[in-house]
């Protein structure tokens, strides 16, 4: 079983940036796919981006594209969500999920409990 607590979000301006992070126990973390997802208010749960267990292969979505990077440090047992240039359209918690297959959709096993992104035009 893995057990997930993002941290990182807050209150920042249209064009900044922030980190978000994952941090895991377990002592297999490596053997665990990572997603990101966000939900919006009043909107459902996204795909944000995702990352495999030795951080080879890492898919985003299309509006993360060239703005969010994913990372992985498996020693730390964390994962990353580096966002750049946000935007307010960005505002939503945002939730780091894990499973040991891969999955673009809300399938995953392990669920953290959030954390907060607001972006302020």
């Known amino acids: 079983q893995v057990q997930l607590v993002e941290s990182g979000g807050g209150l920042v301006q249209a064009g900044g940036s922030l980190r978000l992070s994952c941090a895991a126990s377990?002592?297999?973390?490596?053997?665990?796919?990572v997603a990101w997802f966000r939900q919006g208010p009043g909107k459902e749960r996204d795909f944000v981006a995702v990352?495999?267990?030795?951080?080879?292969?890492?898919r985003y979505a299309d509006f993360a594209k060239g703005r969010f990077t994913i990372s992985r440090d498996n020693a730390k047992n964390t994962v990353y969500l580096q966002m750049n240039s946000l935007k307010p359209e960005d505002t939503a918690v945002y939730y780091c999920?894990?499973?040991?297959?891969?999955?673009?959709?809300?399938?995953?096993?392990?669920w953290g409990q959030g954390t907060q992104v607001t972006v302020s035009s």
């Open positions: 990352i495999s267990g030795i951080g080879s292969t890492i």
């Open positions: 377990g002592r297999t973390f490596s053997s665990y796919v």
């Open positions: 999920a894990a499973d040991r297959a891969w999955y673009t959709t809300a399938a995953y096993a392990y």
